[in-house]
């Protein structure tokens, strides 16, 4: 082989991949609750609350027939990912901080009433935190 060859069959070959980007964390859906641990306590009355998550920045919450809306945003280059979420209802606007993660279908939030953001998906006994599992809903053919 030519000098030139060489050169031409190194140019044109493919250079080296680049690993896959990974893709953020995407809380946008419908999710059904699955478990609640409210201050370190299981909730014993599992209800049929569900969460969606829109493009747009808005989350609805419906539980036992109300629905609840806010706002929502995240920053997934954090580790944890954090979610900041506002719910609205009944002349009251309540602000709560969390971090989030996505695993396949399941969806855990950490988020706290008052204070300061949670670094663990824990709820401590006697806290504001909430710790919250919900699947991703499966939409109906």
């Known amino acids: 082989m030519t000098p030139f060859?060489?050169?031409?069959?190194?140019?044109?070959?493919p250079g080296a991949k680049e690993p896959p980007k990974k893709d953020s964390p995407?809380?946008?859906?419908?999710?059904?609750?699955?478990?609640?641990?409210?201050?370190?306590?299981?909730?014993?009355?599992?209800?049929?609350?569900?969460?969606?998550?829109?493009?747009?920045g808005k989350v609805i919450l419906k539980e036992r027939g109300k629905d609840i809306t806010g706002t929502y945003s995240i920053d997934a280059k954090k580790d944890p990912a954090e979610l900041d979420m506002?719910?609205?209802?009944?002349?009251?606007?309540?602000?709560?901080?969390?971090?989030?993660?996505?695993?396949?279908?399941?969806?855990?939030?950490?988020?706290v009433f008052m204070g300061e953001r949670p670094k663990k998906f824990e709820s401590p006994e006697a806290s504001m935190t909430l710790l919250l599992t919900l699947k991703r809903s499966k939409p109906e053919k």
């Open 86 to 111: 506002t719910l609205e209802g009944g002349g009251m606007s309540i602000n709560m901080p969390g971090i989030f993660k996505v695993d396949k279908d399941t969806l855990t939030l950490c988020l």
């Open 26 to 56: 995407t809380l946008v859906g419908l999710w059904v609750a699955e478990s609640t641990i409210k201050g370190g306590r299981p909730d014993k009355n599992p209800s049929d609350a569900t969460m969606e998550f829109t493009a747009d």
């Open 5 to 13: 060859l060489i050169l031409a069959l190194t140019v044109g070959a």
